[in-house]
């Protein structure tokens, strides 16, 4: 029905981040999901490409510094979350998958669905910026994406091809994409929003 697509597999922040596992679960349950819209369910070649959702364990113990970024060192304070599901019965263990964004194409690279581990869902007209995303996933010009939560404002994505990582920023037009070094002195400062006090 759906084949896996682990298009991080080439990076090393599945390794970074301990989620072998996870990755697969997330992949079943999306199937599982997709299964029950027959919009979709019988498309061949589907595959999944996930933007993680990650943030640092515990942002008021972090010290953000520009030199973690610029070293890559950052990385390594991440964390990934989850969502927590469960059933109606009192004695069902909850069951735990990764928050992602997943982008779900049929097998020439065209977006079909977007989902998490709650929901998939099939819109009319997907937004431009998800179509580019799927395309350049696809496409294999990008490894892995990661969407940070606070501190970093949603604007930015982080995204890594051939361990170099690149800044896509969501703008009206589609998105654009920075180097680090062209992010880092442009834009860093825009990005993280600062502490209060």
């Known amino acids: 029905m759906c084949s896996f697509s682990f298009a991080q597999e080439n990076t090393n922040m599945i390794k970074i981040l301990n989620i072998e596992q ?32 990650l943030g640092f364990s515990d942002y008021n113990k972090v010290e953000i510094k520009k030199e973690d970024y610029l070293d890559y060192s950052f990385l390594y304070q991440l964390r990934q979350s989850y969502y927590h599901l469960g059933s109606n019965s009192l004695f069902a263990k909850k069951k735990k998958y990764l928050s992602t964004i997943t982008l779900v194409t049929d097998s020439t690279g065209n977006l079909v669905a977007t989902s998490d581990a709650r929901l998939v869902h099939i819109a009319p007209v997907f937004d431009q910026k998800d179509i580019e995303l799927a395309k350049m996933f696809f496409d294999k010009e990008i490894d892995f994406i990661l969407w940070l939560e606070t501190p970093h404002i949603t604007r930015y994505m982080v995204g890594i091809k051939d361990n170099n990582l690149y800044a896509l920023e969501r703008t009206k037009e589609g998105l654009k994409i920075y180097s680090w070094d062209e992010f880092m002195k442009c834009c860093f400062d825009k990005w993280i929003v600062p502490r209060k006090q």
Do not use: C
Not at 28 to 53: C, E, M, V, Y
């Open 22 to 53: 996870d990755i697969v679960s997330l992949e079943n349950r999306i199937t599982d999901l997709i299964k029950k819209k027959p919009a979709i369910a019988n498309i061949q070649g589907l595959r999944q490409f996930h933007i993680l959702l």
